[in-house]
């Protein structure tokens, strides 16, 4: 069976300092990879999602980057810190045969002071 | 464009009540629906999912989903609610005519749950 990983899962940074999360997805190959943003315990904000190795779309400006060196690893990274980068964040994955729905990884809490 | 429209920021039921969550949806195609719930400080766990055939969904823990073409609802409902059900509910589109292979989903906001005792 597939599962996912996310690590940390809590992080307290201060403003300024570098981010990187990461997510593995075990279990299966070749997965659509993607990465949510939730603040305050509500909607989701899709950050960026993958569809291959190296292959990184955006969806919003900011001060975030994405990479995704190996088929089953999704990094989601930043030089510097934002006090509006707190949140939930959550990795998700998909696998392209048909049955559409993704899956979460447990999350990590980021807390920027 | 896809969107979806969860109108209900919170929804209080008593326990042992039917519950319904309430979803609307966009798509300029053929829509793909889904529901997943979030516990608190979880991730989001899948529910159900519409995407072709009957209109009534059937999923975990007892629930079902209506999809309403006409109305353009995916309704989630619950004949008996439970105190463990309290939790943040989402709804999620995805367009057949969008995303060129991302497989991207557009949630609503989430409505929270409340199953009184």
């Known amino acids: 069976s597939q599962t996912i990983h996310q690590w940390p899962a809590t992080l307290v940074q201060p403003v300024g300092s570098p981010l990187s999360l990461e997510c593995t997805v075990e279990?299966?190959?070749?997965?659509?990879l993607y990465w949510y943003r939730q603040a305050a315990g509500r909607g989701l904000q899709l950050l960026f999602y993958?569809?291959?190795?190296?292959?990184i779309s955006s969806e919003v400006p900011q001060n975030l980057s994405a990479s995704r060196p190996q088929d089953r690893q999704f990094i989601l990274s930043s030089k510097k810190l934002l006090l509006s980068d707190s949140g939930f964040y959550l990795c998700a994955w998909v696998l392209i045969d048909g049955s559409n729905e993704q899956f979460f990884g447990p999350g990590t809490r980021l807390t920027v002071l | 464009a896809q969107s979806v429209a969860q109108p209900e920021d919170q929804v209080n039921v008593a326990e042992g009540n039917p519950l319904t969550v309430k979803c609307t949806y966009s798509?300029?195609?053929?829509?793909?629906l889904f529901w997943y719930v979030q516990y608190p400080n979880r991730g989001l766990q899948f529910l159900l999912k519409y995407i072709t055939g009957d209109n009534l969904v059937k999923g975990s823990y007892g629930f079902e989903a209506e999809f309403n073409k006409s109305q353009t609802s995916f309704h989630l409902k619950k004949p008996s609610a439970l105190v463990s059900d309290s939790a943040l509910y989402f709804c999620?589109?995805?367009?057949?005519?969008?995303?060129?292979?991302?497989?991207?989903?557009?949630f609503g906001k989430g409505t929270k749950l409340s199953v009184i005792p």
């Open positions: 993958s569809v291959g190795i190296g292959q």
């Open positions: 279990g299966t190959s070749n997965p659509n």
């Open positions: 999620a589109v995805r367009d057949t005519n969008s995303g060129a292979g991302s497989y991207q989903l557009t």
């Open positions: 798509v300029s195609g053929n829509p793909y």
